[in-house]
């Protein structure tokens, strides 16, 4: 563990961590000068001051916030918006979202703010059995897209030795990885799996490399069984899954039992809620808080990430809450196939059961009234068509549903460095 005194917390305790937290970080927001876009939302809902604020019941009648509220203050207020906290020359760090849902936003953070980002990357880090012994790679652009930033400046602050990779094609990023002796790699799953399929293209043997690890974020495929499969058995190393986004931090991180993910709950605020009713809900949309992120919180935020909270204490010795499954998948991403609810995660851990499958796509397209889909398929070694059929068959038996899957010729469909978008609507 990073931190066994916060992460072995029992409950009560927890709660009054979180309290003393949340706290602190509503003195800030009503404090001078303040964060103008909470105070405004707040105050529609009946909320003037920091101590209006006094149980647990009345932090939950604070009211939802989602990515559209941030979007419409970012467009009325260009370039940053209101939620800022303290005044522009406090802030040192600039990110932006990719975009793939909508609107991209944009993010500032103090240095007291990133270096809460990267105290929470260290949890991930160490969740996954790194420390400083380690040499981890990081094949990423270092764009304005916030990425893994935050992770490579952990590896860092863990004592690791933190090694970029950006710059650089597959090909000359697994040559460094060889050179430099790297016993992680943190990617996308995607890019995982892409770095794979270039080693065996080019005759590098990836599982022969030193790499002992891999974390991943950016997309659910780690959570996947099938993914992670696939991931584990490329690679020779185990695979980890990793929660997080721009607007809120890195909040989820698996521990060694790899039985879902921890939500960091010394730094987040977790709540389940059925999407519709909003109401406290076992399996449903996440809404987090972050606690550290004094600069430009977000507050009983939206998500839109699909989660089941595990009911059995990990055998880990965390207490921390755990998703099991890790992110499930997206609230707003589900497709309605002939009156039957497909999520894309699901078809895709049925696709990864099938070792030839290099890469795929979800093709969907409209018939009459209702939503078709087939499943584009880049097959490598083997008899296509026999391989098309049994992976129909064998998503009639998962989903309930007859899919048509297709073959497509050799790298034509696209690959993923950061965050894959393989659903594609024609």
Not at 260 to 268: A, I, K, Q, T
Not at 367 to 384: F, K, P, Q, T
């Amino acid at each position: 563990m990073y931190d066994r005194s916060v992460e072995t917390l029992e409950a009560g305790r927890l709660r009054e961590h979180q309290w003393r937290r949340l706290r602190a970080l509503l003195d800030e927001i009503y404090g001078a000068p303040g964060n103008a876009f909470w105070r405004a939302a707040w105050a529609r809902a009946g909320v003037g001051a920091a101590g209006d604020l006094k149980t647990w019941d009345d932090f939950r009648r604070l009211p939802l916030s989602r990515k559209a509220d941030v979007v419409e203050d970012q467009t009325a207020h260009p370039s940053f918006g209101t939620n800022l906290t303290y005044p522009l020359e406090r802030y040192v760090r600039v990110h932006q979202t990719s975009g793939t849902t909508g609107a991209p936003l944009r993010w500032l953070d103090t240095q007291v703010s990133w270096d809460w980002w990267v105290h929470c990357w260290r949890f991930v880090l160490a969740g996954a059995g790194l420390g400083p012994a380690d040499r981890v790679y990081f094949p990423f652009s270092f764009g304005l897209f916030i990425g893994f930033w935050a992770g490579f400046e952990g590896a860092r602050a863990l004592g690791a030795l933190a090694i970029p990779g950006g710059g650089a094609d597959s090909v000359t990023r697994l040559a460094a990885m060889q050179a430099l002796g790297a016993t992680a790699l943190v990617c996308t799953p995607s890019y995982a799996l892409h770095l794979a399929e270039t080693g065996r293209e080019r005759g590098i043997d990836v599982a022969a490399l030193p790499v002992r690890v891999t974390v991943h974020a950016g997309e659910p495929g780690a959570g996947i069984p099938a993914v992670r499969a696939r991931i584990q058995q490329s690679w020779g190393a185990r695979a980890f899954d990793h929660a997080g986004m721009t607007e809120m931090g890195a909040y989820g991180y698996e521990c060694a039992a790899q039985t879902g993910l921890h939500v960091n709950e010394s730094e987040f605020i977790a709540e389940v809620l059925d999407p519709v009713t909003q109401a406290p809900a076992p399996e449903g949309e996440l809404v987090l808080t972050n606690l550290g992120r004094l600069g430009s919180p977000m507050i009983r935020y939206r998500t839109g990430d699909r989660v089941r909270l595990a009911e059995a204490p990990c055998a880990c010795g965390r207490t921390f809450r755990r998703l099991e499954g890790g992110i499930l998948g997206r609230v707003d991403d589900m497709l309605i196939l002939r009156g039957v609810n497909v999520f894309p995660s699901a078809v895709e851990g049925i696709v990864r059961r099938f070792a030839s499958v290099e890469e795929f796509q979800i093709e969907v397209f409209r018939d009459g009234e209702l939503d078709e889909a087939r499943i584009l398929v880049e097959v490598g070694a083997g008899d296509a068509s026999a391989l098309c059929a049994a992976l129909q068959e064998a998503l009639r038996v998962g989903l309930g549903l007859r899919l048509p899957v297709t073959p497509a010729p050799p790298r034509t469909l696209p690959r993923f460095e950061l965050k894959a978008r393989r659903v594609v609507r024609r």
